[in-house]
């Protein structure tokens, strides 16, 4: 079975910081573009940041940059998502999904979210005073 589990979510007053991991199970992460993507109440589900196999290659949605640092750790099948400087606006649910293209060293906020063949099950993120 292959699954991507998100952890690391919770509540944090603005100007805080979380770090979400993402670890695949059944699967080795490795030859895997991976992409981090929200859905806040009411909208839709948009990007956040994405990175290459290699980590050759990383992008961030403006409203982020900054801010997030996305990274990796092949040996633990493990990508990462530091957010730091959190606002309300980056409330809501964070999802990873993963896209086979072991050559990959370019990856966009705007790629087709139905290009990535596994998600997790996402980790809540809420910020608030």
């Known amino acids: 079975q292959f699954l991507l589990v998100e952890s690391g979510g919770g509540s944090v007053q603005p100007g805080g910081s979380l770090e979400l991991s993402c670890t695949a199970s059944?699967?080795?992460?490795?030859?895997?573009?991976i992409g981090w993507f929200r859905q806040a109440p009411g909208k839709d589900r948009e990007g956040v940041s994405c990175?290459?196999?290699?980590?050759?290659?990383?992008n961030y949605a403006d409203s982020v940059k900054g801010r997030f640092t996305i990274s990796r750790d092949n040996a633990k099948d493990t990508v990462y998502l530091q957010m730091n400087s959190l606002k309300p606006e980056d409330t809501g649910l964070y999802y990873c999904?993963?896209?086979?293209?072991?050559?990959?060293?370019?990856?966009?906020?705007?790629?087709?979210?139905?290009?990535?063949?596994?998600w997790g099950q996402g980790t809540q993120v809420t910020v608030s005073s």
């Open positions: 990175i290459t196999p290699r980590s050759d290659g990383t």
């Open positions: 059944g699967f080795r992460l490795g030859p895997h573009l």
């Open positions: 999904a993963a896209l086979w293209d072991p050559y990959a060293s370019f990856c966009a906020i705007g790629d087709d979210q139905g290009r990535y063949e596994f």
